[in-house]
């Protein structure tokens, strides 16, 4: 028994390393001299909060949309969990997505004339139309910290409270990964920091996360950071004591 339960910690400690997305030498390129990628290879382990810093231009955004399947390469490849995405026909892209991913931009793209909870129930009807998701929407409501808020429109919440309307939308479907490219940019530094410990919490139970910033305090949050500049990773650290919403 005590063997059967050693073997079994030692699978799950092998389960928690593994790479949940594996970049090898992926090219983005419009023109035969312009690249906004240029050989990017990089893992990013299960339970990871990569932070991708950089210069304007520099390639950051273009490789979040890689790795978050909104954007193709010229070449290389790009595995999550095991599928190589660059691979799949867009009906199947799309269905990936839907299924392994959230996203939270620094605009809300909140619909100005639906409730929160509408809102959030979005992401739960492009997944399933039959179902209207509003149960799993409340959930991530509540997670947020706005389960007392379902009934209000955008214009009756305060930045910080859309955004985090945006980020329940970006749960409902329980996703393994969450991209957030610059999620403070519109908020004032209280509520981003506000905002950071909400997302310090969704990573410390377990949720990966990829951010972009250009803010140096938001930038010290997570446990591994990235620096691009033109279309290559120049930089790579792991924090040894990463901030968790501090």
Known sequence: MKKAIEW??????????????????VVK?????????????????????LTIVGPSGSGKTTLMNMLGGLDRPTSGSLVVDGTDITKLN??????????????????????????????????????????????????ALETV???????????QLS???QQRVAIARALVNKPEIL?????TGNLDQKTGMEIMGLL????????????ITHDEK???????????????VVKEWRKVSPLRGL
Do not use: C
């Open 8 to 25: 079994a910690n030692e699978a799950k400690r092998a389960v928690e390393q593994r790479p949940i997305i594996t970049v090898h030498d």
């Open 29 to 49: 390129k419009y023109s035969e001299s312009v690249f906004a990628l240029n050989g990017v290879s990089l893992n990013v382990k299960k339970g990871d909060w």
């Open 90 to 139: 867009e009906q199947e892209l799309t269905k990936f997505r839907r299924e392994r991913f959230g996203y939270i931009f620094q605009q809300f793209h909140l619909v100005p004339y639906l409730s929160a909870l509408e809102n959030a129930m979005l992401a739960q009807y492009f997944k399933n139309k039959k179902s209207n998701g509003q149960d799993n929407a409340a959930k």
């Open 145 to 155: 910290g706005l389960g007392h808020r379902l009934g209000h429109v955008p214009g």
């Open 159 to 161: 930045g910080g409270e």
């Open 179 to 183: 991209f957030a490219d610059e999620p």
């Open 200 to 211: 310090a919490k969704l990573n410390a139970e377990g949720r990966t996360i990829v951010m």
């Open 218 to 232: 938001i930038a010290q949050f997570g446990s591994r950071m990235i620096k691009m500049v033109d279309g290559k």
